[in-house]
Every structure is written in C-alpha cells, then in structure tokens.
C-alpha cells in the first residue's frame, strides 16, 4: 500500500515540474514583449493561470497514476511523461523564444497527446477519462487563444 502513494507522490513531482520550468521562463521573458503584442479581447487575466494550472497539473497526476496502478503498462508512462515534456516547453517557445507560431504547433501536439492518454484512461479507468476533461478543455481554450494571437501579430 505505501509504494502504491509513493507512486502517487513521484509523479506529483514529476508533473509539477512541468509548471517550475514553464513559469520560470514565463516570468524571465514575458515582459516587456507580452504587454506590446497584441490580445484577443477573451484572453484571461494573468491571475486566473496559477491556479487553474495547479488544478490541472493535480487532476492530470491523479488520472496517470490510478490507470497505471491498475494496469501498470510502462507505455502508459512513457506516453504521459512525453506529454509532459511539451506541456512543460510551451512556455519556453511561446514566452521565452516568442515564437507564437510555433508555440501553437506545440499545443496541437499536446492536445493530440491528451486525447491519446483520454483513450488509453477510457479502456483502463473511466475516472482517468473524466479527470482529463477540464485539461482537454482548458487545451483547447488555449488553441483558439494562442491561434488568435497568431492571428493579431
């Protein structure tokens, strides 16, 4: 039982890197670029990113770990954790390099990631499924965001 929530714990940490990467590059380099490009009028305030990250990086955490506790498929794992290596260099592309063009083919591969991993949970465990939702969602809102601000510049 306790290597069962170590499990759990290691990739808590595994995945919360994603963000320490990403934020670090995203405060180093956002400014003074982000404020002078142009903005859809729908694109959130700056606060909203934290904890809406937090939450998805929690509930993404939880789904790899309960579809791999029951069928502990190391394929399962490798496709999580290379999900994971794009999710985390978006920001380094998309803040750090500036490049928008290319940050938004990033997001399409993470979001083709996502929907590999929703179809491994649904055959696996369907609480994994439906604890990608709301990550597929907010992907997707970001689509459409980083595609306007493609479009604007």
Do not use: C, R
């Amino acid at each position: 039982m306790k290597n069962k929530y170590l499990s759990l714990l290691i990739i808590l940490l595994i995945t919360f890197l994603a963000p320490v990467i990403g934020s670090y590059a995203t405060s180093t380099f956002k400014e003074p670029w982000y404020s002078q490009i142009i903005l859809p009028s729908f694109n959130p305030p700056s606060w909203i990113f934290a904890p809406v990250w937090s939450t998805l990086y929690f509930l993404m955490s939880l789904a790899i770990w309960k579809a791999w506790i029951k069928s502990f498929e190391t394929k399962l794992l490798k496709i999580y954790f290379i999900h994971l290596f794009f999710n985390s260099t978006w920001s380094i592309v998309f803040f750090g390099f500036h490049l928008i063009g290319l940050a938004l083919i990033n997001l399409i591969i993470i979001l083709i990631f996502i929907i590999i991993l929703m179809k491994e949970y649904y055959t696996k465990d369907k609480l994994s499924f439906y604890l990608m939702t709301p990550y597929l969602l907010w992907s997707s809102y970001a689509l459409i965001l980083n595609s306007s601000i493609v479009l604007l510049n």
